[in-house]
């Protein structure tokens, strides 16, 4: 069958996957999209947005985010495995069986822990099933342009990301159950789209084809070596370190923003529920620009990864500065509006993805290996970062509370740069050329 063939007999496969993270990118921000009527729902009274019940109700529903990183974090290491042990349908199926399950839960619940349930449900559907079946699957499903097609998950994401958002704002008053209703239909339809999809390697199984598991080992550990024997010296513990780091200090920066740009804008500039909406979704426009951007600059002018993270750094870190001084300095929306698809550029274009391919340039090995690994730094700062803003909104109170997230994600922006230019000075020493230089 012609690479053409392939990709027409399974387009299906590529509009499942994409429907299955156009719901995802809901279920990413559902719960701080709708942070005061679910605190309600719950039996929180957010009437007073400076009263202590405000901020138990907020630090509740932050409670909640948490347990949908912990989902993800101990599930992250096994779906890979799962999918190549039973296939691609089952899990993708399974995913959106548990995504019905937790928004219905979403729905109808009037307790905090359960919705911490279905949150940590939710990651677990997302990381344990979608992502361990439907990456490879769309990559099966047509080879040729499998890049093309898994930077079009992103840009799914990021349909939802800005939409969603508006969406919410807009209906945030007694219909707001419309907000968890729309992710229902949409679990449904990816849920009977993935019953009905079929997918390259379940066919391949049913067909009796074996992999030639020995050879592909082989040719793995060949490009392992080769990798290594290119580089002028092995990196260091530090540099070892660093390119697994930049997992944790990525993923908190962007899940910072992602989660509570809503927040800051409302309690921090004196938005409107739809004004500070219309930051997250500024800001998920600016990583999908940055999304094609890169793109380019990585495919086509060879530009190294850690120069991408570098430029992405310096982006972050000037774009949390206008932000945290545009109140200080009575900047005005507008100007934060302009850091926050900066920051979106910086933060959330992609520079996740290209950390995991500087991981695999810097200490060559098993690509599932440095995967996990890099995951798992992801995944500690998504449970991490929404943990801590909850614990301070019960302290403090959820004004002070994103006001110092912000801070610590500036923090975080410079220790970024500096672990960058680390990096790129000790490049040269690695492989024989500047980091800044197109690469081979």
């Not at 993270?21 to 039996?43: D, E, M, P, R």
């Not at 959106?96 to 905090?112: H, R």
């Not at 614990?391 to 923090?411: D, F, H, K, R, Y």
Request: glycine letters at 10%; charged letters at 10%; a positive charge.
């Amino acid at each position: 069958m012609s690479a053409a063939q392939q990709a027409k007999k399974y387009l299906l496969a590529i509009a499942t996957t994409y429907m299955c993270y156009l719901t995802h990118g809901v279920q990413a921000i559902i719960l701080s999209q709708n942070k005061v009527n679910f605190a309600t729902q719950w039996g929180f009274d957010m009437s007073d947005p400076n009263s202590a019940a405000f901020a138990a109700g907020a630090a509740a529903v932050s409670l909640a985010i948490t347990w949908t990183g912990v989902g993800k974090f101990v599930s992250v290491w096994i779906g890979g495995e799962i999918s190549d042990r039973i296939g691609r349908k089952i899990p993708a199926v399974l995913g959106g069986v548990l995504y019905i399950i937790c928004f219905v839960i979403f729905l109808v619940t009037n307790s905090a822990t359960v919705a911490c349930v279905a949150g940590f449900l939710s990651g677990v559907a997302t990381s344990g099933f979608w992502d361990g079946a439907l990456y490879p699957a769309i990559a099966e499903a047509s080879p040729k342009y499998a890049g093309s097609t898994t930077i079009g998950i992103k840009a799914v994401i990021s349909v939802s990301g800005i939409v969603y958002p508006l969406f919410a704002a807009m209906n945030s008053g007694a219909n707001w159950h419309i907000n968890i209703w729309i992710p229902i239909v949409m679990s449904v339809i990816a849920t009977v789209l993935a019953i009905i999809t079929p997918f390259v390697y379940d066919d391949e199984r049913k067909q009796g084809v074996e992999k030639d598991t020995a050879g592909a080992k082989n040719a793995a550990e060949a490009e392992i070596q080769a990798a290594r024997d290119a580089m002028l010296r092995k990196p260091n513990g530090l540099e070892n370190f660093v390119t697994l780091f930049f997992g944790f200090i990525i993923m908190f920066i962007m899940y910072g923003a992602q989660q509570y740009s809503k927040a800051f804008g409302i309690n921090n500039l004196g938005l409107s529920d739809v004004a500070a909406a219309g930051m997250t979704s500024i800001y998920t426009a600016g990583s999908i620009i940055a999304v094609l951007f890169w793109a380019f600059m990585m495919g086509k002018l060879r530009w190294s990864p850690i120069k991408v993270i570098l430029i992405d750094s310096i982006i972050a870190t000037v774009a949390l500065a206008m932000v945290i001084l545009a109140l200080p300095l009575g900047l005005g929306a507008g100007v934060v509006y302009i850091a926050i698809a900066l920051l979106g550029f910086g933060a959330a274009g992609g520079m996740l993805q290209t950390g995991v391919t500087l991981r695999q340039t810097v200490c060559p090995g098993p690509r599932g290996r440095n995967v996990g690994m890099y995951y798992t730094f992801m995944g500690f700062a998504s449970v991490f970062l929404p943990f801590i803003v909850g614990s301070m909104t019960s302290a403090v109170g959820e004004t002070q509370a994103v006001w110092v997230m912000m801070i610590l994600l500036l923090v975080a922006a410079l220790i970024s740069c500096a672990m960058s230019a680390y990096l790129v000075a000790a490049w040269k020493g690695l492989f024989g050329k500047s980091a800044m230089a197109p690469q081979d």
